[in-house]
């Protein structure tokens, strides 16, 4: 997955611009996969800190030498269909970002009710004579919310103008910066620390790296600066909202797994069987919507509905479709427990 979100971005980017922020679990594997990103640009976080400092850190690298250079953030486990459309928008993105001080994010269109996604409340649509976003519709947003509760959620779709809040991103190096020296006083120091050291050595980068990244506070960069921005108002923070309309998915959870293994059309999604195993004989009465993965076994289902099923050779996972979101949860459980075996 993280080959395709390289390759779908080559329209726009070549590899030698791409910047990866991974851990040391996966970094040489990372640079196996993608053979023509430098090296250097591989990046290991000595420690997790959410999205945030991640984002930061390449604005804060970039803004040394390329402050008017337009960052994109692309999360490795999305899927896209619709390529060409994925192209459009991301140039009319870039385009809106390089024209002043603005955020642009992407708004996926929903398709129900999901709160395990943050939501974008879209605002009064931007005038497009100026051609910036060549014929790709701009709304204003009037602000975030992230993970709502199932009425909320609800109450959203109903609305009309709420959107799923893609995680893709674009700003300026500049831009981004300095939105993390306005709302981030303590990481921003920080950052400033790491950027210098990188200008100095590679020694002397990975040694500063090291000792002050974990400092940075863990918070994703909705929290850290998406929401307090969106606080100037509509017409005062400018963050722009553009189109996910390219048949987008984030694979980060069961259900969205099970969306996109079913190969269904959308009205069908909610009552497909996915079966994932090695035997073909997979066995269904009575039951609808069930995700199950267990690999050498032949699968029957009797009188079940929205169920996840996920064998691997020391765990079993079952729980519901609504539900697949928390598996975070079991995470936190285990490593509470001492088993990071299983993690």
């Not at 870039?94 to 943050?118: H, N, Q």
């Not at 051609?131 to 009309?160: C, I």
């Not at 990975?206 to 002050?212: H, Y």
């Amino acid at each position: 997955m993280i080959q395709q979100t390289v390759d779908r971005l080559a329209p726009v980017a070549a590899p030698s611009d791409v910047w990866v922020i991974t851990n040391d679990l996966l970094d040489d594997l990372i640079a196996e996969q993608l053979a023509e990103v430098p090296r250097d640009q591989i990046l290991s976080e000595p420690a997790a800190r959410n999205t945030a400092p991640a984002c930061a850190l390449a604005a804060f690298l970039l803004e040394k030498t390329e402050p008017d250079t337009v960052i994109g953030i692309f999360p490795s486990d999305h899927v896209v269909k619709n390529q060409a459309r994925f192209a459009e928008v991301i140039r009319a993105g870039i385009a809106l970002a390089a024209s002043g001080d603005k955020i642009v994010v992407l708004g996926v269109p929903p398709a129900r009710a999901e709160t395990g996604y943050g939501y974008i409340e879209l605002g009064a649509t931007v005038d497009a004579a100026d051609g910036l976003t060549s014929g790709v519709v701009a709304r204003r947003v009037r602000r975030f919310t992230e993970k709502p509760h199932r009425a909320l959620a609800e109450q959203f779709m109903l609305s009309g103008n709420f959107v799923w809040n893609g995680g893709i991103f674009l700003w300026s190096a500049r831009t981004l910066a300095n939105a993390i020296r306005e709302h981030c006083h303590a990481m921003a120091p920080l950052l400033e620390q790491i950027a210098a050291a990188h200008e100095v050595s590679k020694a002397e980068f990975d040694r500063v790296f090291a000792e002050v990244y974990p400092q940075c506070e863990n918070i994703s960069i909705d929290y850290a600066v998406l929401e307090p921005r969106s606080t100037r108002g509509e017409n005062g923070a400018e963050i722009y909202c553009l189109p996910g309309d390219f048949d987008w998915n984030d694979l980060g959870c069961w259900s969205a797994l099970h969306e996109h293994a079913s190969g269904c059309p959308p009205e069908n999604v909610s009552v497909a069987n996915v079966f994932e195993g090695e035997d073909p004989l997979c066995i269904a009465i009575d039951s609808t919507g069930n995700y199950v993965h267990a690999p050498g076994k032949v699968i029957a289902l009797v009188g079940v509905s929205n169920l996840v099923v996920v064998q691997t050779k020391d765990a079993l996972l079952i729980t519901t479709r609504d539900r697949s979101q928390d598996v975070g949860k079991v995470v936190a459980e285990l490593k509470a427990a001492g088993r990071e075996d299983l993690i």
